[in-house]
């Protein structure tokens, strides 16, 4: 089982590839949509090359749950996440850091739970479930 | 406009790779500006036409169900021109496929020698996006695309002597064909 570092710079290395951004532009806190440009089809190509990278398979839903960002009215009310929508979200992402998100729910602020580091505890969870 | 940017499909392998002729031919229109004189052939058109091969090859997989359209281009390497009265083969293979997408890899050849390669990212429209309504008519495969495919597989049943398919959807409405020379 590779270190977190060493899950840490592959998924950079990812990154740079599928977003086209320089390693000194990645940082652990670095958002995918904020900092470093990432759009909704860049999402997919993440996707693949993770999966590819890392010999793991990313469930559809499992790494960006779209539940909530179909704006599904039991989780978001008035552009808002729901008391429903943070119990999927904590359900669905135990691997996002939710603490400053569940201060203001805001629905067009849940891009900034999108980190690099969430990225990379989110590959240390597959991998550490495989028995490989 | 004809937005047809292949002209037969020349091998096609469900679910993993196909092949494409496009010939570029000095009646076409986009020679007369590119350029008097030296007909290069547009490298955005030859990347549509490496598009609609993989569209088409990634389309079938769902019997053409999801409406498939062009999303990114991680890459494109273009090597040497084409020129009017060259043969481009499009050579495209599936890398990925997922309910929201595919992506596939593509070569341009002329004979054995690639002078080009992209990357090419598709997205199924209502999966990637279902908030949109697109509605139920799959504007995508509704007309000439679709029918290209039926072609090929028309032609590799008269090479087999099996007789005339169905002809008026164009497609091959047999789930298990595989390939242009069918099995049975």
Redesign the interface.
């Known amino acids: 089982m590779p270190t977190r570092d060493e899950i840490y710079s592959k998924v950079s290395a990812t990154l740079q590839?599928?977003l086209s951004v320089d390693e000194d532009d990645i940082r652990p806190t670095a958002t995918l949509q904020g900092d470093l440009g990432a759009e909704?089809?860049?999402f997919?190509?993440i996707?693949?090359r993770l999966?590819?990278e890392f010999g793991i398979k990313i469930p559809?839903g499992e790494l960006f749950p779209e539940s909530i960002f179909?704006?599904d009215p039991e989780f978001v009310q008035n552009g808002r996440v729901t008391d429903k929508g943070l119990a999927e979200l904590r359900a669905k992402m135990p691997f996002a850091d939710l603490h400053k998100f569940e201060s203001d729910p805001e629905l067009s602020s849940i891009g900034d739970l999108f980190t690099v580091d969430m990225i990379t505890r989110y590959i240390q969870g597959k991998l550490g479930q495989s028995d490989n | 406009m004809r937005w047809i940017w292949l002209d037969r499909f020349v091998d096609f392998q469900r679910g993993r790779s196909a092949r494409a002729v496009k010939n570029l031919s000095l009646a076409e229109d986009h020679f007369t500006e590119h350029f008097p004189g030296y007909p290069v052939m547009p490298a955005p058109l030859m990347l549509e036409g490496l598009a609609q091969t993989g569209g088409i090859l990634v389309g079938e997989v769902n019997d053409f169900r999801e409406k498939v359209v062009l999303a990114k281009i991680p890459m494109a390497r273009f090597t040497r021109e084409v020129l009017a009265g060259e043969q481009l083969i499009y050579d495209v293979e599936i890398l990925h496929m997922r309910p929201e997408g595919a992506s596939v890899r593509g070569r341009v050849l002329v004979g054995e020698e690639v002078v080009a390669e992209a990357e090419i990212f598709f997205a199924h429209l209502d999966q990637a996006r279902s908030q949109q309504l697109f509605g139920d008519h799959n504007f995508v495969f509704s007309g000439e695309l679709k029918k290209m495919l039926g072609l090929a597989q028309l032609q590799g049943a008269r090479n087999q002597g099996s007789g005339v398919r169905d002809q008026e959807s164009g497609v091959n409405k047999n789930a298990g064909a595989s390939s242009l020379t069918p099995d049975s």
């Open positions: 590839e599928a909704s089809i860049d997919l190509d996707v693949f999966e590819r559809r179909q704006g």
